[in-house]
């Protein structure tokens, strides 16, 4: 599972960025050129508790990182607790990757351990297309994600209310391609218990995007249900975003803004992002920049700036991986387009995201 920190998540991020990585170089060099100075994407979102956990993760002190994440799944918490998982997911190395071995009856360090090896995964993957990855590294990745549905199973069967093993896996099921359905079985089953988790419902959506075997008819549909059956101040808004920033860069380059600044493409986002980001119920227990991030972005492609500007004002210095990699560096991408949508013009030509070329994985 990614650092979508999705999205937040970071569940979201692994699948999320993974297909412009290899364009990334020529994208920065666009960049890199005048303008602003990059925002850096590694930062604690001015969270104590996540400042807390990644210092006790850097340090390998599983009992510090418990006392963490415990409570939140004492308390319910769903939502935090796996956007938490996500920060981390990254993190501690040989650390995590065992801790689930050596503490096999605790539930918690068994889903961290699930979540570790999924990143784990794309690692011996990399982060290049499809088609430039090898054999032997194929291999290794599905190996490394079956190991993490043992874990993530066996914490199933010891905490079965938690959501956070689900997340995981279904981020895992897209990985060893077991198809759409088993992924959305997965991903119900975690909704049970976290109807408005973002980083469940930013795993699925991936699962029934074009590149993944889904189509754009398919992923919009999905977001707009999921918007639907979600509360108004629920996250869940930021799918469209996604849905509408995944549907841009999968169209060639001439298409794109056109697109993107289609009359009913602006509405749904500004819809969207009413019933949800700019709610007054909007007070998530996770992190609210990948959502603010999504909404700002998109109306930014969508030259919709007074939409774009009061979202920068509200992430200031807290921009996201995903889903400003697309343009191979995150944080000065994102420092171009809040100048831009700050003062009300293009400081440089806007860069250009590079379109991967498209690839199956092999069985």
């Known amino acids: ?30 960049v890199r050129s005048s303008g602003p100075r990059p925002v850096s994407v590694h930062h604690d979102y001015d969270d104590p508790e996540l400042a807390e956990l990644l210092k006790a993760a850097g340090r390998a002190d599983w009992d510090a990182t418990a006392a963490v994440l415990r409570p939140c799944r004492d308390r319910g918490d769903h939502n935090r607790l796996i956007w938490l998982i996500g920060c981390i997911e990254d993190h501690g190395g040989e650390f995590l990757v065992r801790v689930g071995e050596r503490r096999a009856d605790d ?63 279904t981020v895992a ?54 918007l639907v059956k979600s509360p108004p101040g629920s996250g869940i808004g930021a799918l469209t975003a996604f849905a509408h920033i995944e549907h841009w860069l999968d169209l060639p380059q001439v ?42 972005m998109a109306f930014w492609l969508a030259g919709d700036l007074n939409s774009a500007r009061p979202l920068f004002e509200r992430i200031g210095d807290h921009p996201t991986r995903y889903p400003w990699g697309f343009y191979g560096n995150a944080g ?20 250009r995201a590079e379109k991967p070329k498209r690839s199956k994985q092999p069985k």
């Open 1 to 30: 599972m990614s650092n979508l920190s999705f999205v937040g998540p970071a569940l979201v991020v692994a699948g999320l960025v993974a297909r412009t990585v290899a364009q990334g170089k020529r994208s920065q060099a666009r």
């Open 107 to 169: 539930a918690l360090a068994r889903t961290v351990c699930g979540a570790r090896h999924v990143a784990w995964a794309w690692e011996a993957r990399t982060r290049a297309q499809a088609s430039h990855v090898s054999r032997e590294q194929f291999e290794l990745f599905h190996e490394r994600l079956r190991m993490a549905e043992e874990h993530l199973y066996a914490a199933v069967e010891l905490d079965p209310e938690s959501a956070a093993p689900w997340c995981s896996l």
């Open 173 to 226: 099921s897209r990985g060893l391609q077991h198809g759409s359905d088993v992924t959305r079985r997965r991903f119900e089953a975690g909704v049970r218990r976290a109807p408005t988790d973002l980083g469940l419902h930013a795993a699925m959506l991936q699962q029934v995007c074009a590149k993944w075997g889904g189509s754009h008819e398919e992923m919009h549909a999905f977001a707009r249900e999921s």
């Open 255 to 296: 298409e794109r803004g056109a697109y993107i600044r289609t009359p009913d493409v602006v509405e749904e986002l500004r819809r969207a992002a009413a019933v949800s980001v700019l709610h007054a119920d909007y007070a998530p227990t996770e992190s609210p920049f990948p959502a603010l991030n999504a909404f700002a």
């Open 332 to 351: 000065q991408a994102f420092a171009n387009a809040r100048q831009e949508c700050t003062k009300g013009k293009p400081s440089k030509p806007v860069p």
